[in-house]
């Protein structure tokens, strides 16, 4: 089973991005996705996350959008008005707690291996 997260790269601060995180060697149909974010120097955070429920960290709320394409077994973190405190990187996790635990990083049994996301001021 393997997660790999893509879109990463360096933007301006207003600017947008998608991350990608495509699955392989298992379906997640019946799974949870989840983003998180780690940036340097600090732990890693909740970002969105979508099971039966769509939940987001109050700091994207409103500008980042988390969505899924289980035909492609896919899942997507659109980043707009993106500032550099969003600056991290980016991991995709997925879950088998569809209903809840959403927040929780010990939850998520499968891990993407992170991109990176830059917003320069």
């Known amino acids: 089973v393997q997660l790999q997260a893509s879109g990463g790269g360096l933007v301006q601060a207003g600017g947008s991005l998608r991350l990608s995180c495509a699955a392989s060697?298992?379906?997640?149909?019946?799974?949870?996705w989840g983003w998180f974010r780690q940036a340097p120097g600090k732990e890693r955070e909740f970002v969105a996350a979508?099971?039966?429920?769509?939940v987001y960290a109050d700091s994207v709320k409103g500008r980042f959008t988390i969505s899924r394409d289980s035909a492609k077994n896919t899942v997507y973190l659109q980043m707009n008005s993106l500032k550099p405190g969003d600056t991290a990187v980016y991991y995709c996790?997925?879950?088998?707690?569809?209903?809840?635990?959403?927040?929780?990083?010990?939850?998520?049994?499968?891990w993407g291996q992170g991109t990176l996301v830059t917003v320069s001021s």
């Open positions: 060697g298992r379906t997640f149909s019946a799974y949870a």
């Open positions: 996790a997925a879950s088998p707690y569809y209903d809840g635990y959403y927040y929780e990083a010990r939850k998520y049994d499968y």
């Open positions: 979508r099971g039966r429920r769509t």
